[in-house]
């Protein structure tokens, strides 16, 4: 599966951002999507994912702040991230794993077999 991200910008801390994943290959409902940053001079990092049935995992830093979603009819994966904060700011990277267990979420950047290219998001105070 080749995956596509975009959405990301410059906003101002408290705003809002909506970054897309669109999926194009194989089946999308096939996988587990996770969406993961990484800011300079850090480790890339799980901000959420979310299983081929639909659950969902959330880091602690963006829990009650970000939302994953998916639609499979239109092969694509969101990530609503909203009370943004500068140290939300990084490249954001959507990313695939084909599934074994349909609810099961992955959360190990390793397990992650299919990248996006990144999607800036810079968080200004």
């Known amino acids: 599966v080749q995956l596509q991200a975009s959405g990301g910008g410059l906003v101002q801390a408290g705003g809002s951002l909506r970054l897309s994943c669109a999926a194009s290959g194989r089946a999308f409902g096939d996988y587990a999507m996770g969406w993961f940053r990484q800011a300079p001079g850090k480790e890339r990092e799980l901000v959420a994912a979310i299983s081929g049935g639909g659950t969902t995992y959330y880091a602690d830093s963006a829990k009650g702040r970000f939302t994953i979603s998916r639609d499979n009819a239109r092969n694509t994966v969101y990530l609503q991230m909203n009370s943004l904060k500068p140290e939300d700011t990084a490249v954001y990277y959507c990313?695939?794993?084909?599934?074994?267990?349909?609810?099961?979420?992955?959360?190990?950047?390793?397990?992650?077999?299919?990248w996006g290219q990144g999607t800036q998001v810079t968080v200004s105070s």
């Open positions: 990313a695939a794993k084909l599934y074994t267990y349909r609810y099961y979420i992955y959360t190990e950047t390793s397990k992650y077999a299919n």
